[in-house]
């Protein structure tokens, strides 16, 4: 990933969304990471459990996170500060709903979309912070609030579609097989253009 994870989720934001075509929300998320653990690529996301985006995320297995360009901040805004019990907040934000090709939903606009299936759920047990942290923390995150964080820890699962492929072909990092690779990863980072490039990407395999 070219991107610096910290500047990413917590200075550039992300979408985090779960559902189906039928019936999804997102929200706007800066809390969270990505990793590895348990072998396997990861990431982590933290949401509370009175935003209308957890219960989708309860009820499925699996999300997306996507990440967008700055003249997108505005949309981010709206989407962070607008409910969807009441309100189509991906209308409002000028947002075009995706479906991946795992069925799950994302953003045409997003210039990244990370997919995830959820391994391990927790609440945060506040009581676990430590000083001089605990204090500050209780204060400035949650201003003495009885909600409560839920921890979501998540596979990557794109990694299994197509970079792992581009990693096994590119060996001796050849310069064919760094273009190959640059190909496989973009055409992943918009999954809605795989359906048209797929016929690209299976032959130049075959060949390398």
Not at 139 to 157: R, T
Not at 195 to 207: A, F, S
Request: proline residues 3%; aromatic residues 16%.
């Amino acid at each position: 990933m070219p991107d610096n994870v910290i500047q990413l989720i917590g200075k550039e934001w992300m979408l985090v969304t779960a559902g189906n075509e039928n019936s999804f929300n997102t929200m706007t998320a800066s809390w969270g990471g990505m990793g590895y653990i348990w072998e396997r690529p990861s990431t982590f996301i933290f949401i509370r459990d009175t935003r209308y985006t957890y219960q989708f995320l309860q009820q499925h297995e699996s999300f997306t996170l996507s990440f967008f360009n700055e003249k997108y901040r505005n949309a981010l805004r709206i989407c962070g500060t607008m409910s969807g019990r009441n309100t189509d907040k991906v209308k409002e934000a000028g947002l075009t709903s995706l479906e991946t090709p795992l069925g799950l939903m994302s953003f045409e606009e997003a210039r990244m979309i990370i997919e995830c299936k959820k391994m391990f759920v927790q609440e945060l047990d506040y009581a676990n912070l430590t000083e001089p942290y605990k204090s500050k923390i209780m204060e400035e995150a949650y201003k003495n609030e009885p909600s409560k964080h839920q921890m979501f820890i998540s596979e990557i699962i794109f990694n299994e579609i197509l970079v792992n492929y581009s990693f096994s072909l590119v060996k001796d990092q050849s310069v064919f097989g760094q273009f190959l690779e640059f190909i496989v990863f973009s055409v992943y980072l918009r999954p809605h253009f795989l359906k048209y490039h797929l016929y690209i990407i299976v032959p130049i395999i075959r060949i390398y």
